[in-house]
């Protein structure tokens, strides 16, 4: 109500104030036009009348000019005239004017200047206009002519005005107060409702809001608030359920809390090669994404709590348009809470560093899938310098920071940790690397080992997925470098600094209890929705890599057709499949493949509508995923060799209904902890078929136990704990080297992390 009589108030003064103004602007400017008007209606009448009076002046003929005065008709405004002699005196005048003393100012000066004059004046109360002409007999004045004219008439437009501006006033300031209540009052209201039944608990953080250009900014803000709230309330939720249950789960903001006492006061920087925010063009606006990674997922609670930085390198083609000068930017970008700082890449370093020796070397080296590494000068050249530009960048922002905690990620920055601790000799610094570590046999391939040993023990800790591919790195270490190997710490002493070594199983993030939708999709709906007729849906997801095993899984689904004929017109196998490194020959030539193998398996069973692969080439994002692994009867994880493999466990976190069943590689660190998949070997593909079949056929009762005892797994090792054990065991690193002065002044720069959904669990005993 107070709203409302303020809201209309302000209009009618405004609105008021306006019309007054407007109005007097413009009775002023009608006065002007009349008076202009009589003023020459005045000057045409005296004119008209000038010369028969100067001729009867001349004559003497004085008699005849009240005559002629009274001759002149009384029309319009037109009120009378007079005749006065050169002094001034009246000599004649109309009747009902009566006789002025003394003469007008106007007669007095047109007879002085022998100009006309003209002049206000009030006559019998009336008010009246004068023009005064000057009568001349040759150089001489004999005297003057007086044109009178009512002009009470002149003060109507202003009454008039003023009456219409009043009216408009009234009117504008109606009209305006029900287009806000019809445009404004409901949008405003429902907006109301939807944020009290949000507050309640009645409504999900997704309401109907208000739309168009003008509640743009509103509707986004209390959106994110929403969204705030409803993420505020999940949370307490879930703390509630765990510690009613007796459970330890680790959640995002249970890892928060921890970090913040483990850091003590210190921020943590990360270095990844991908970024975690990025900014593309879509038609003419910016959009920010998140890139599908699980590390965000992990990592961002720690930044958000100690305002950390993370160091990546820039790959949206708007970037730097949304970046300062250096690079830096505040993200995530509704709720800024850590830093990104973007290190852009020239065309010629990244096809030497990343789609050369690290994708062409290294990946191909730790992976055990037969597919020859290649090494060239020129690509280790710039995976050195690429390096090099990193370790710079992160001490950039590591100025006057005391004791920075350092996370480098994977096998892009192998040279980093050196660089870094060179500089800054006070940091924390880990290295985890995502993808297995080889024997010292095949690693010695690398012309480089050495060099990137080097770089790596430059870490106080070194983090792997498994036990045994820290046992692999050791003894490439014990092989390669001249060091003291400490097997009962698993640390390496390299030229008197220490470096642990341990295992980080990595995760993903456990979400509830709380089921799928009830409108989720079936399998054979799923598969309709692909043009397919089948009753049973076996999935994959994986990127295009030859290290993933796709094209030997499409084998073991031709042999289990042949062994088991029954299947066919039923059971149909989705892979989903990332295009990945395209830009390599290697990765282009196994798209082909894996083409040309569904292609082939299907003009071999394909019957009417029904096929027994579907390969879906195209990116998906998590929720586009989701309703595959609520309805796939059966999932495939079949690689070659992995470092981890998060597809498994993103597969039975989403099982809510602990249906469905997990085949699993030997090869992929998951087996380690998954111990009630089924685990084939991928090579053999009639353990692989036999593998299918025993999750389709064994007991409704052993498959809701095997993926019970699964998820209570990935539940209790979860992305958070993961990322808690990892920079838990980083803050108890002794620092022997020398600290920067704590009086330098704080970096505020910021760098965000593209953290992977990570685990942590006791690896050490599951390997």
């Given at each position: 109500?107070?709203?409302?009589?303020?809201?209309?108030?302000?209009?009618?003064?405004?609105?008021?104030?306006?019309?007054?103004?407007?109005?007097?602007?413009?009775?002023?400017?009608?006065?002007?036009?009349?008076?202009?008007?009589?003023?020459?209606?005045?000057?045409?009448?005296?004119?008209?009348?000038?010369?028969?009076?100067?001729?009867?002046?001349?004559?003497?003929?004085?008699?005849?000019?009240?005559?002629?005065?009274?001759?002149?008709?009384?029309?319009?405004?037109?009120?009378?005239?007079?005749?006065?002699?050169?002094?001034?005196?009246?000599?004649?005048?109309?009747?009902?004017?009566?006789?002025?003393?003394?003469?007008?100012?106007?007669?007095?000066?047109?007879?002085?200047?022998?100009?006309?004059?003209?002049?206000?004046?009030?006559?019998?109360?009336?008010?009246?206009?004068?023009?005064?002409?000057?009568?001349?007999?040759?150089?001489?004045?004999?005297?003057?002519?007086?044109?009178?004219?009512?002009?009470?008439?002149?003060?109507?437009?202003?009454?008039?005005?003023?009456?219409?501006?009043?009216?408009?006033?009234?009117?504008?300031?109606?009209?305006?107060?029900?287009?806000?209540?019809?445009?404004?009052?409901?949008?405003?209201?429902?907006?109301?409702?939807?944020?009290?039944?949000?507050?309640?608990?009645?409504?999900?953080?997704?309401?109907?809001?208000?739309?168009?250009?003008?509640?743009?900014?509103?509707?986004?803000?209390?959106?994110?608030?929403?969204?705030?709230?409803?993420?505020?309330?999940?949370?307490?939720?879930?703390?509630?359920?765990?510690?009613?249950?007796?459970?330890?789960?680790?959640?995002?903001?249970?890892?928060?809390?921890?970090m913040q006492a483990k850091l003590n006061g210190s921020r943590l920087?990360?270095?990844?090669?991908?970024?975690?925010?990025?900014?593309?063009?879509?038609?003419?606006?910016?959009?920010?994404?998140?890139?599908?990674?699980?590390?965000?997922?992990?990592?961002?609670?720690?930044?958000?709590?100690?305002?950390?930085?993370?160091?990546?390198?820039?790959?949206?083609?708007?970037?730097?348009?949304?970046?300062?000068?250096?690079?830096?930017?505040?993200?995530?970008?509704?709720?800024?809470?850590?830093?990104?700082?973007?290190?852009?890449?020239?065309?010629?370093?990244?096809?030497?560093?990343?789609?050369?020796?690290?994708?062409?070397?290294?990946?191909?080296?730790?992976?055990?899938?037969?597919?020859?590494?290649?090494?060239?000068?020129?690509?280790?050249?710039?995976?050195?310098?690429?390096?090099?530009?990193?370790?710079?960048?992160?001490?950039?922002?590591?100025?006057?920071?005391?004791?920075?905690?350092?996370?480098?990620?994977?096998?892009?920055?192998?040279?980093?940790?050196?660089?870094?601790?060179?500089?800054?000799?006070?940091?924390?610094?880990?290295?985890?690397?995502?993808?297995?570590?080889?024997?010292?046999?095949?690693?010695?391939?690398?012309?480089?080992?050495?060099?990137?040993?080097?770089?790596?023990?430059?870490?106080?800790?070194?983090?792997?997925?498994?036990?045994?591919?820290?046992?692999?790195?050791?003894?490439?270490?014990?092989?390669?470098?001249?060091?003291?190997?400490?097997?009962?710490?698993?640390?390496?002493?390299?030229?008197?600094?220490?470096?642990?070594?341990?295992?980080?199983?990595?995760?993903?993030?456990?979400?509830?209890?709380?089921?799928?939708?009830?409108?989720?999709?079936?399998?054979?709906?799923?598969?309709?929705?692909?043009?397919?007729?089948?009753?049973?849906?076996?999935?994959?997801?994986?990127?295009?890599?030859?290290?993933?095993?796709?094209?030997?899984?499409?084998?073991?689904?031709?042999?289990?057709?042949?062994?088991?004929?029954?299947?066919?017109?039923?059971?149909?196998?989705?892979?989903?499949?990332?295009?990945?490194?395209?830009?390599?020959?290697?990765?282009?030539?196994?798209?082909?493949?894996?083409?040309?193998?569904?292609?082939?398996?299907?003009?071999?069973?394909?019957?009417?509508?029904?096929?027994?692969?579907?390969?879906?080439?195209?990116?998906?994002?998590?929720?586009?995923?989701?309703?595959?692994?609520?309805?796939?009867?059966?999932?495939?994880?079949?690689?070659?060799?992995d470092g981890m493999n998060l597809v498994a466990k993103e597969y039975?976190?989403?099982?809510?209904?602990?249906?469905?069943?997990?085949?699993?590689?030997?090869?992929?660190?998951?087996?380690?902890?998954?111990?009630?998949?089924?685990?084939?070997?991928?090579?053999?593909?009639?353990?692989?078929?036999?593998?299918?079949?025993?999750?389709?056929?064994?007991?409704?009762?052993?498959?809701?136990?095997?993926?019970?005892?699964?998820?209570?797994?990935?539940?209790?090792?979860?992305?958070?704990?993961?990322?808690?054990?990892?920079?838990?065991?980083l803050a108890e690193v002794r620092i022997d080297g020398p600290v920067?002065?704590?009086?330098?002044?704080?970096?505020?720069?910021?760098?965000?992390?593209?953290?992977?959904?990570?685990?942590?669990?006791?690896?050490?005993?599951?390997?």
């Amino acid at each position: 109500m107070e709203l409302n009589r303020r809201l209309m108030v302000s209009l009618l003064g405004g609105v008021a104030a306006v019309s007054l103004v407007f109005a007097a602007y413009q009775a002023a400017a009608e006065m002007r036009s009349m008076k202009d008007s009589v003023q020459w209606q005045a000057m045409v009448l005296a004119e008209s009348q000038r010369v028969p009076v100067e001729q009867r002046l001349i004559d003497g003929s004085v008699p005849e000019l009240q005559a002629l005065v009274d001759r002149l008709p009384n029309r319009g405004q037109f009120a009378g005239m007079a005749i006065y002699d050169f002094s001034g005196q009246t000599l004649a005048i109309t009747s009902h004017l009566g006789r002025l003393d003394p003469p007008p100012s106007a007669v007095l000066a047109s007879l002085k200047s022998g100009q006309g004059r003209s002049e206000f004046l009030t006559m019998n109360g009336d008010r009246m206009h004068l023009f005064s002409l000057p009568l001349q007999a040759g150089a001489r004045t004999v005297g003057a002519i007086g044109i009178f004219h009512d002009v009470s008439f002149l003060h109507a437009p202003i009454w008039r005005h003023v009456a219409s501006s009043v009216a408009q006033t009234l009117l504008i300031v109606g009209i305006t107060l029900s287009i806000v209540r019809w445009s404004f009052g409901r949008p405003l209201r429902r907006m109301t409702d939807w944020l009290r039944d949000m507050r309640t608990g009645r409504a999900t953080a997704e309401g109907k809001l208000p739309q168009g250009e003008l509640f743009e900014p509103l509707a986004s803000e209390v959106t994110r608030l929403a969204s705030s709230l409803h993420i505020a309330r999940a949370a307490a939720e879930e703390e509630a359920r765990l510690r009613d249950a007796s459970l330890s789960q680790w959640t995002a903001e249970r890892l928060r809390i921890s970090m913040q006492a483990k850091l003590n006061g210190s921020r943590l920087f990360a270095v990844s090669n991908r970024e975690p925010y990025e900014h593309v063009h879509r038609g003419s606006e910016i959009v920010c994404s998140v890139p599908p990674s699980g590390l965000v997922t992990a990592l961002e609670p720690v930044l958000r709590a100690c305002d950390g930085i993370w160091v990546a390198q820039a790959t949206g083609d708007a970037d730097r348009e949304t970046a300062d000068a250096h690079g830096r930017l505040r993200v995530p970008p509704d709720h800024p809470q850590y830093g990104l700082r973007r290190v852009w890449l020239s065309p010629e370093e990244e096809e030497g560093f990343y789609f050369g020796f690290a994708n062409e070397g290294l990946w191909p080296l730790c992976h055990i899938a037969h597919t020859r590494p290649i090494f060239r000068t020129g690509d280790w050249d710039h995976y050195r310098s690429v390096n090099q530009k990193f370790a710079d960048a992160l001490a950039d922002e590591m100025e006057g920071q005391p004791e920075p905690f350092v996370l480098v990620q994977d096998y892009h920055f192998a040279l980093a940790p050196a660089m870094i601790k060179e500089r800054r000799t006070d940091a924390r610094i880990a290295i985890f690397w995502h993808i297995p570590w080889p024997n010292p046999e095949a690693f010695g391939i690398c012309p480089w080992q050495r060099e990137l040993l080097d770089g790596m023990l430059g870490a106080d800790l070194i983090g792997f997925h498994i036990q045994a591919h820290c046992n692999n790195f050791l003894a490439t270490v014990d092989r390669a470098l001249e060091s003291r190997i400490d097997w009962e710490r698993f640390a390496v002493n390299r030229r008197n600094r220490l470096t642990t070594v341990r295992p980080f199983p990595i995760s993903v993030a456990f979400n509830g209890e709380n089921g799928a939708p009830p409108d989720a999709p079936t399998g054979a709906a799923l598969l309709q929705a692909l043009g397919v007729e089948g009753t049973i849906l076996g999935l994959g997801v994986d990127r295009v890599d030859y290290t993933k095993g796709i094209p030997e899984r499409f084998r073991g689904i031709e042999r289990l057709l042949d062994l088991h004929p029954s299947y066919c017109e039923k059971l149909t196998f989705v892979q989903i499949g990332a295009p990945s490194r395209t830009h390599i020959r290697r990765y282009q030539d196994l798209m082909t493949e894996v083409e040309e193998e569904a292609n082939r398996i299907n003009r071999r069973f394909r019957t009417g509508a029904w096929k027994p692969i579907v390969f879906v080439k195209r990116h998906h994002s998590h929720q586009e995923i989701q309703p595959y692994y609520r309805a796939a009867d059966f999932c495939l994880v079949t690689s070659l060799h992995d470092g981890m493999n998060l597809v498994a466990k993103e597969y039975v976190a989403a099982r809510h209904d602990e249906r469905g069943a997990l085949i699993l590689s030997r090869f992929t660190g998951a087996c380690y902890e998954l111990a009630d998949a089924l685990v084939v070997n991928p090579y053999d593909t009639d353990e692989l078929a036999g593998a299918i079949d025993k999750s389709l056929t064994m007991p409704g009762e052993e498959r809701s136990m095997r993926m019970r005892r699964m998820r209570a797994a990935v539940r209790e090792h979860n992305v958070y704990r993961w990322a808690e054990n990892l920079i838990g065991e980083l803050a108890e690193v002794r620092i022997d080297g020398p600290v920067p002065a704590a009086s330098a002044r704080p970096n505020h720069h910021w760098l965000s992390l593209v953290a992977r959904q990570a685990h942590s669990s006791g690896a050490a005993a599951s390997s």
